[in-house]
């Protein structure tokens, strides 16, 4: 069992920044691809940003490619959402989560194996 913790989320003006982070548990960290996942209020949960094990594969969405940056750092098994731009409709709870399926990055949901517990993002206007 993998715990991902998620941290760095909060309220911010619109255009403003934020960095999420994404600590796990356990010794595997480097073999998983991880992605970012996020859920408004009413909607359903959205892809985000994938990466994969060794960090040189990423995939975004169209809605934050150009805006966001997904990261890792195995050393610290910590991965990371650099997010620029912020508009309104970014606003969210983030979630992080793992794939130890080895199959590469993915926007599916459910070929993850693992979640964080979310961390909301707010971005006022």
């Known amino acids: 069992q993998v715990q991902l913790v998620e941290s760095g989320g909060g309220l911010v003006q619109a255009g403003g920044s934020l960095r999420l982070s994404c600590a796990a548990s356990?010794?595997?960290?480097?073999?998983?691809?991880m992605g970012w996942f996020r859920q408004a209020p009413g909607k359903e949960r959205e892809f985000v940003a994938a990466i994969n094990y060794s960090g040189g594969n990423t995939y975004y969405a169209d809605s934050v490619k150009g805006r966001f940056t997904i990261s890792r750092d195995n050393a610290k098994n910590t991965v990371y959402l650099r997010m620029n731009r912020l508009k309104p409709e970014d606003t969210a709870v983030y979630y992080c989560?793992?794939?130890?399926?080895?199959?590469?990055?993915?926007?599916?949901?459910?070929?993850?194996?693992?979640w964080g517990q979310g961390t909301q993002v707010t971005v006022s206007s």
């Open positions: 989560a793992a794939d130890r399926s080895k199959a590469g990055v993915t926007f599916l949901p459910n070929a993850y194996d693992w």
């Open positions: 356990g010794r595997a960290f480097s073999t998983y691809a």
